[in-house]
Structure formats: structure tokens, C-alpha cells
């Protein structure tokens, strides 16, 4: 039995793989064969859908109708219902026609790239997930983060140090300490000044997507599934200007809190992002934009194979964006 993995450089998920492989062939001597994959031809000729891929004899056991050759991370569904870097010992005992074992609680974590993927399940799991681990830990923290998020909201802009003093007295550490926190953490990003550059959904600077929002300021989103969320966050109606990335035409949504409609009609979101480490604003918040149409999001997708992810009608997008989004400014 010939085992292959087929793999991005550095990817950190291969060693998680190759534990988990030796695992589920209990104690048994297995050769594994790695070849690393540069560019989106040798992806597709491979038969690589995401880093890491397991071909065994040459098939690839985790295959799922519409997968398509990509360099982005892989991301495997779990027992759970949720996403993984690698297959469970369990799903690797079966591919493998062995008996299933227990996996190890010692088992090294996946570090997931944070990647939405198109393998067999909606993103929402990836990238809420992600998102998700991305908040202020400490009072101080969460004080800072709530005043940030509401000054965008009321004002469009957000607060200076001096507006965030009494939110972040009490606390022990100076204002500048709690910003270098929340952006470590990247709840927010902080431009080469120390100035805040953005705090999800909001960015400080202009974007693809203006929002205006209901009895408050008009602010710009980070990315299309930010703009989407928003309503939820404020429980209020959003209004949405944005554009295709690639034709230019002009897109509106206007957003409720349990509902989305764009003009046209047919407008699509696209999800997804590159295969690197680093916080959402560098990997994927560019490639998180609205599309006339889907078949112009597919083209556009088709066109750009280094970006992993997926098309969204504009009712799961909105789907999405309420599950990152509206929880994270609870009542103080």
C-alpha cells in the first residue's frame, strides 16, 4: 500500500496527518511518501484538493463531489460537525481498511490556516470557528473592545487613546498595552503607528464596502461577510454599497437582522482565502466580497486557484456573518 501526501511547503498540518496515520496502523511500520506542491498546475495534476492530501495508491479516500485543486489549507468534517486539518484516526482506520483504534489524547492539535474550504461542507463551521477564538480575554480588554466597536458604529471612526482611558483604567496596563493585546490576539489591527487600523467588522479606512447604518454613522466593513453581520451585531437595519471586483457594477444590500436583500437579485458572496499564516484581515478579508452573480464568482474563483473557497447564495452568507457577528457586543 503506497501512502502519498501531497502538500504545500510548510504546511503545518502534515505532521498532525502523519500521527495520525501511524495511529490508526497501530504500531505497524508505515512508509510515507511527501511531495510538495508549488503552483495550482501541479495542484490540479496531482489530484491536490487543499494541503494535506492523502492519496493512498494513487486515490484519494476523503474525495467529495466538487472539490477542485487548490493550494489552501484542507479542511477535514470532524464526528462533531465541525472541521479539522487532517482526517480522524478514526476516518483514517477505514480509508486504510484497518481496525479502528482509540486515538491518543496525546495527539499534536491541527493549526488550522484558517482557510475556508469547499470540501463537502458549508464554511460557516471554518471560519465562525476562527473568528470565534478571536475575542478579548480580559476585563480591561473587553471594555477597550466594546468602546471600539460602538465609536464605529456612532461615529464612523474609532476612539482615540484618550477616549479608551476610562474603559481601560482598572485594568493595570495602559491604553496602548490593551490595543497591543486585542491586536496579538487579532480582535483588532493597529497600523506601523500604533494607530487602530481596523476592528472587525470595522475598518478606520475606506473599502469596497460602505455601510450605512440605521440611526447611526455610515462606516466602512472589513470584508462582504463583516457587512452581512452587522445588522445582527447592532440589531438595527444596515445598508450596504458595494461593487463586483471585477466588472465594477454597482451592489446594494439592505440588511436586517434575520434577513438580506441585494440588488440584483442574483448576488452572490464569495468565502474563502490563502493558505498562510496570519490574521483574517491579510489571508482572506480581500477575497470576501459580493458578486453579481455566481457565475462570474466562479470564473473569478477559477481564475485565482491560490485562493481556497467557496460560493454563497446571499441567504447563507447573511447566515454566516449573524453567526460571527451577532454576539460580540453584548449588553455591558
Known sequence: MKLEILQVPDCPNVPVLEDRIRQAAAGAPVEIVHRVITDPDQAAAAGMA??????????????????????????????????????????????????????SDNVSGSVSCCTPSAEGRMPVEALSSWRAKALPAEPAEKAVHRAILLAFAAQGRPPTADELAAPAAGGGFSVEQVLRGLHDADVIRLDAAGEIASAYPFAATPTRHRARIAGGATVYTMCAIDALGLAAMLDTEVYVDSSDPVTGEPITVA???????????????????????????????????????RSGAEAWAAEHPEIGGIVLDLAPAHDLGN?????????E
Do not use: K
Not at 490574521?279 to 458578486?291: E, H, K, R, V
Open 50 to 103: 487543499g494541503s494535506p492530501t492523502l492519496l493512498i495508491d494513487g486515490r484519494d479516500p476523503f474525495a467529495t463531489a466538487g472539490q477542485v485543486p487548490s493550494l489552501s489549507c484542507r479542511l477535514y468534517p470532524t464526528a462533531d460537525g465541525g472541521l479539522d486539518g487532517a482526517p480522524s484516526v478514526g476516518a483514517l482506520c477505514t480509508a486504510l481498511g484497518l481496525p479502528a483504534v482509540t486515538e
Open 255 to 293: 440588511i436586517e437582522p434575520r434577513s438580506a436583500r441585494a440588488q440584483p437579485a442574483t448576488v452572490v458572496v464569495f468565502v474563502g482565502g490563502r493558505a498562510v499564516r496570519g490574521p483574517s484581515a491579510d489571508t482572506c478579508c480581500n477575497y470576501l466580497n459580493f458578486f453579481t452573480n
Open 323 to 331: 453567526q460571527i457577528f451577532a454576539n460580540l457586543l453584548p449588553p
